[in-house]
């Protein structure tokens, strides 16, 4: 952030002129494809694009839905109603094993590279808990802190199949020096309900790491910025035919009618978006790279004189939110007590 401020003391109390402070900050979207079944393949190139923002004195540096471990576009697994086979389980234990534990190895390498290039980083990865899998955004810090992660709640279509579901100890929010910092992923965006959570923790800069890379999608991007009277960055993978591995069974929608190993599969679209509906930054249908804007945070009061979702346009007389942030274990263990015996039976 930047700025001239002016400074009172009162009564021994230093006191900031806020009127006269601006709060600017230059964040980047990384829109790249993943490096399929090459994990440290992938952490490799999101270092290179790091490296490359903070060239640029970007404070922020958001990568799509899914960048670690890919997200299977296009993959079956085999899976149908009643049939399974072995070819699919293959893929899964493939799939399985590209993914990352959280905290681990991998996060550990994830906050050294915030830390080197002085960056906050938001990065799509799925997430691998015993044999089961999430989509989950991770959040760190340019200290080289590993701030946390927030579990895609519901999973879309056959992403079920594959992903468990989060729950509502995963919804942060961080209070940053940039500005407080949230996400939503992919289609977690149309659930009105988990917007209205994000608003009511004070969200600034609102990520969404997402799939969609549809012209649609650009609508509901520009709407969450109106109704949050946010920053939006909404980071998607660009990828070609050849970025995934040689399957048969893969059902591509190509952007493109032709099925050569250039032809698009992801077109991207990433995209910033201010509180006040003007497009910063993007669309970028075209090809990897960086997507960066320069946000004015001031901008937020400026939208929200007219609409505060969560403030003075609510109505709590009428319409309320209750959010359960209590994990769900399948499992609870509690252990037995064993009594002491008292001093009289000896």
């Not at 923002?53 to 540096?61: G, R, Y």
């Not at 072995?86 to 681990?104: M, Q």
């Not at 289609?187 to 997402?210: D, F, H, Q, S």
């Not at 309320?320 to 609870?332: A, C, H, R």
Request: negative net charge; aromatic residues 10%.
């Amino acid at each position: 952030m930047s700025g001239k401020e002016e400074m009172t003391t009162v009564n021994n109390t230093t006191l900031v002129n806020r009127v006269h402070k601006t709060r600017k900050v230059r964040v980047t979207i990384a829109q790249a494809s993943t490096v399929y079944n090459d994990t440290p393949a992938t952490i490799e190139k999101a270092a290179k694009y790091m490296e490359e923002a903070a060239k640029d004195n970007v404070e922020l540096v958001v990568f799509p839905e899914g960048f670690i471990g890919g997200y299977p576009r296009g993959f079956r697994f085999g899976v149908g109603v009643g049939i399974h086979n072995e070819e699919g389980r293959d893929e899964f234990r493939k799939y399985h094993a590209s993914a990352i534990e959280v905290p681990g190895p991998e996060t550990e390498k994830l906050a050294e590279l915030a830390r080197k290039n002085n960056v906050y980083v938001v990065m799509g990865a799925i997430e691998r808990e015993g044999y089961t899998l999430y989509c989950t955004a991770l959040f760190f810090s340019p200290l080289g802190e590993f701030l946390g992660k927030h579990r895609k709640l519901m999973p879309t279509s056959l992403e079920r199949c594959i992903w468990g579901q989060g729950d509502g100890s995963t919804i942060p929010v961080y209070d940053t020096p940039i500005g407080k910092i949230g996400a939503a992923i992919c289609w977690e965006n149309r659930m009105p309900l988990y917007r209205t959570a994000l608003y009511a923790k004070g969200v600034e800069i609102y990520c969404a790491p997402t799939a969609d890379g549809s012209k649609e999608w650009q609508s509901s991007m520009m709407h969450i910025a109106l109704e949050g009277g946010c920053f939006v960055l909404a980071a998607c993978q660009f990828c070609l035919r050849k970025d995934f591995p040689d399957h048969p069974d893969y059902l591509f929608t190509d952007w493109y009618d032709d099925k050569e190993h250039d032809s698009i599969v992801s077109q991207g679209g990433s995209v910033i978006i201010s509180p006040l509906g003007q497009i910063l930054a993007g669309p970028n249908f075209e090809s990897e790279g960086l997507v960066t804007a320069d946000l004015d945070l001031d901008d937020i009061a400026r939208a929200k004189l007219y609409f505060d979702v969560v403030g003075h346009y609510s109505k709590p007389d009428v319409l309320q939110l209750i959010v359960d942030e209590n994990p769900k274990k399948p499992v609870t263990f509690v252990s037995k007590v064993e009594k002491a015996e008292s001093n009289s039976n000896k």
